[in-house]
């Protein structure tokens, strides 16, 4: 089989309510020269039956769509595994419930192809229940303080992702392990400035503490915070958090429609809004 230029993967475990809007954005692009795989964490509540009802019009449309559907033990092994199986020059990690902004996301990105270039990134609009904010992702200089872009918004080589791979002793931050390596090796990435994808929060990596913890071994493993500012930093992540605690026990005791428009207000006031109102 021939090379193709994109690989899309989606990993999705039991989101049969979210899982159609996925396939159907990647379904409507105009571009043709990619593969989509859907690696599944052997979902029970229906998400690979609906999957499959898409294959034949995958096919009718020429692209190779594969699903595999077992157990994982993470959301990084599941993307290890996905990216073991795809043939694309470049992936693009969808994940379940995320969507593509537009039907032309693939034209536009095809236009970056180039050689040397380990990342091809855009921005993203985040979405919170009916609420949207468009994200701009910064330079990658910047990635000493954090990731610089949203996953499902960056196309990476398959290349160097085959011979890294994301470390899966990190839960929810080898992606940024990942991209800080390449970035400490002096690999190119490039800023396509323009949307990619609707990333809709509230997954596995929207827990805060574990993912910060993280991060800030990640920055003190490459060299960006020196032994007094990871130690700082580690005492002020202690302070958090205890004061999650206390959030989480206050949400499990408010009723759900309160929490919510709760939240509503919380991503008003930060500027989410409804997407027509969105300036791209």
């Not at 509540?45 to 449309?61: H, L, M, P, R």
């Not at 229940?129 to 960056?154: D, P, R, W």
């Not at 890294?164 to 990190?170: A, F, K, T, V």
């Not at 940024?176 to 997954?203: A, D, E, H, I």
Request: hydrophobic share 35%; charged share 25%.
């Amino acid at each position: 089989m021939s090379m193709l230029l994109f690989s899309i993967i989606t990993i999705c475990y039991n989101i049969n309510h979210e899982i159609e809007k996925t396939i159907e954005s990647v379904l409507k692009q105009r571009f043709t020269d990619y593969e989509y795989i859907i690696v599944d964490g052997q979902s029970v509540d229906g998400t690979v039956e609906i999957a499959k009802s898409y294959e034949e019009y995958f096919k009718q449309k020429g692209i190779n769509y594969t699903i595999v559907s077992e157990k994982d033990t993470g959301i990084y092994n599941a993307m290890n595994k996905g990216t073991n199986i795809s043939n694309g020059k470049w992936l693009l990690f969808l994940n379940g419930g995320d969507y593509l902004c537009s039907e032309d996301v693939l034209s536009k990105v095809s236009g970056y192809d180039c050689d040397n270039v380990v990342t091809v990134y855009g921005s993203v609009i985040c979405k919170m229940n009916n609420l949207y904010s468009h994200v701009e992702c910064s330079e990658i200089s910047e990635i000493t303080k954090g990731m610089v872009f949203c996953h499902q918004s960056a196309f990476i080589l398959r290349e160097i992702l085959m011979q890294y791979g994301y470390d899966e002793n990190y839960k929810l931050a080898a992606d940024y392990n990942f991209f800080s390596q390449c970035y400490c090796m002096g690999k190119t990435f490039v800023n396509m400035n323009f949307p990619v994808s609707v990333f809709v929060l509230g997954g596995a990596s929207s827990e805060p503490v574990l993912h910060l913890q993280e991060k800030a071994k990640i920055q003190y493993y490459r060299g960006f915070m020196d032994d007094s500012q990871y130690e700082s930093r580690k005492k002020e992540l202690e302070r958090i958090g205890r004061k999650y605690k206390i959030r989480d026990f206050l949400c499990n005791i408010i009723p759900l429609f309160i929490l919510n428009r709760l939240r509503i207000l919380k991503y008003r006031k930060l500027g989410y809004t409804e997407i027509e109102k969105i300036q791209l």
